[in-house]
């Protein structure tokens, strides 16, 4: 089993920047993903951007030049750096992990963009 933890989410203004972080731990034998999708009011879950412990990045194009993910292998961490925030990013961000070919995911994490 993995448990996750994530933190971060929160109220920001339009423009700003958070920083959300997603921490796994339990019994397990080796994470191969790690990443986050969001899943805005009204709309389906969507991937954001998940990153293998091989180094290979699959991520929304809503991300590019605004967004960051990172991951630190040691700490079974990884991270979400937001930066030009918008209203429309306004969703539940929830971290992802397969860990020994199983997807766990975490409680969510909201963040508002409003002004």
């Known amino acids: 089993q993995v448990q996750l933890v994530e933190s971060g989410g929160g109220l920001v203004q339009p423009g700003g920047s958070l920083r959300l972080s997603c921490a796994a731990s339990?019994?397990?034998?080796?994470?191969?993903?790690m990443g986050w999708y969001r899943q805005a009011p009204g709309k389906q879950r969507e991937l954001v951007a998940t990153?293998?412990?091989?180094?290979?990045?699959k991520s929304a194009d809503f991300v590019k030049g605004r967004f960051t993910i990172s991951r630190d292998n040691a700490k079974n961490t990884v991270y979400l750096q937001m930066s030009s925030l918008k209203p429309e990013d306004t969703a539940v961000y929830y971290c992802?992990?397969?860990?020994?070919?199983?997807?766990?995911w975490g409680q969510g994490t909201r963040v508002t963009v409003s002004s």
């Open positions: 992802n992990v397969r860990a020994d070919q199983y997807d766990y």
């Open positions: 339990g019994r397990f034998f080796s994470i191969s993903v």
């Open positions: 990153f293998t412990s091989g180094g290979s990045l």
